[in-house]
């Protein structure tokens, strides 16, 4: 309302006359408005307002707009978003989502291919790696002198966890390193350090045998040697719980893998 009709309505509602301009709303329009406010907290309160009053002042409504169940209004807008959201979600949505499904399928098989190929890229250089370490330490190995190749086993020992310290002599050499396991067994270690060429000789491990056993009643015994084991004296490790450490097995002790029967 602008001019003399906003003049006349100042005068009779005592609005300021400095108001410019005023819009006035019918009950309905307010009506209509907060019916579609319809999570609105002040718009509830709206309707529930303007229907008491309309209730109040007009026991015969002049049009159906105030018999409208509100539950059942807001159960419909419901519905109809339900329906919506169901029709959007089948026709987008999901075929939206097979595609990337079937597409990231294929990508996920393209990956795992990737992977095993670089998985076996990875052992091959491992391989390499320790194969290159293993001929190192074989060498050192082969170099040292009986003292150096002692320690050498008693520090593989300490590395995996077990306590051991040197009994042999010179005269006596069945039993050079005795001590405990990272779990507390009794362990006894020969150490033979001989020509590559020369294999250890059962009597040699029956000698061994005797001294673990029967003086030091070892849980854990070790035989290692830089060269290797004739097939008697295996048999005979064999049978009396003798763990034999030959040339490939100290090697791979050496560069980094525990003996199995000390973990």
């Not at 819009?23 to 907290?41: K, P």
Request: hydrophobic share 40%; charged share 25%; glycine share 6%.
């Amino acid at each position: 309302m602008t001019g003399q009709e906003l003049r006349s309505f100042k005068d009779l509602s005592g609005i300021s006359p400095r108001t410019r301009s005023v819009a006035v709303f019918s009950r309905r329009t307010v009506l209509n408005v907060a019916m579609l406010l319809r999570d609105s907290i002040v718009a509830r309160q709206v309707r529930a307002y303007l229907l008491d009053a309309e209730r109040n002042t007009r026991p015969h409504p002049v049009d159906n707009l105030f018999h409208i169940d509100l539950d059942a209004l807001d159960e419909r807008i419901t519905r109809i978003s339900t329906q919506t959201a169901g029709r959007l979600i089948g026709q987008t949505i999901v075929p939206m989502l097979n595609h990337l499904i079937h597409a990231s399928g294929e990508q996920r098989r393209e990956l795992t291919a990737i992977r095993e190929d670089l998985e076996r890229v990875k052992r091959t250089l491992q391989g390499r790696e320790l194969t290159g370490a293993a001929a190192a330490a074989a060498a050192a190995v082969d170099a040292m002198g009986r003292r150096e190749f002692e320690d050498h086993v008693a520090g593989l020992c300490r590395r995996d966890g077990c306590t051991v310290a040197n009994t042999g002599s010179d005269e006596d050499l069945s039993a050079e390193l005795v001590g405990r396991t990272a779990d507390g067994r009794r362990l006894v270690v020969r150490c033979e350090h001989s020509a590559t060429h020369r294999a250890v000789e059962s009597g040699t491990m029956w000698e061994f045998a005797g001294m673990a056993k029967l003086e030091h009643e070892a849980e854990v015994a070790l035989f290692v040697t830089n060269s290797t084991f004739t097939t008697a004296a295996l048999g005979l490790a064999a049978r009396h719980g003798i763990t034999a450490v030959h040339r490939a097995l100290l090697e791979a002790w050496s560069t980094g893998t525990a003996l199995q029967v000390l973990r």
